[in-house]
């Protein structure tokens, strides 16, 4: 089980549990709907994305964001319901405490991301 941690909501007072770092299945969701639509073209074999291809619809980064609570949210206040209940409890509150979430999360995916990132540049040299 992974590791969390607890945060309090600064306007409700909810206290809701975080995951410390972003999981495998967690990323792939995040990245698929960016994915979706996109292609590579190769050229003299490296994949180019076409200057066409490289628009995010909004309703993609809804979607990533989405996917961003709910594989990073453990507990609202003490419940650990289903991804998709935790996030309708989030989608529930007020802005601030929403907004508050949302900020907590993306420091430890961003912290998760920049990790792989340099893991992989590692790898290559």
């Known amino acids: 089980m992974r590791e969390t941690k607890k945060i309090i909501l600064p306007k409700s007072n909810i206290v809701v549990e975080i995951y410390t770092y972003l999981s495998q299945?967690?990323?792939e969701a995040i990245k698929?709907?960016?994915f979706r639509n996109e292609k590579l073209k190769f050229i003299q074999g490296k994949g180019i994305?076409?200057?066409?291809?490289?628009?995010?619809?909004?309703?993609?980064?809804?979607?990533?964001n989405e996917a961003n609570i709910?594989?990073?949210l453990h507990s609202f206040d003490g419940n650990t319901g289903s991804p998709d209940q935790l996030l309708d409890m989030t989608k529930d509150l007020n802005q601030k405490d929403y907004s508050f979430i949302v900020e907590e999360i993306n420091k430890v995916t961003k912290e998760s991301e920049e990790e792989e990132l340099k893991k992989k540049s590692e790898d290559q040299t």
């Open 49 to 64: 994305i076409a200057e066409e291809d490289k628009e995010i619809s909004m309703e993609a980064m809804k979607e990533a």
């Open 70 to 72: 709910k594989y990073m």
């Open 32 to 34: 698929e709907p960016f």
């Open 25 to 27: 299945r967690g990323y």
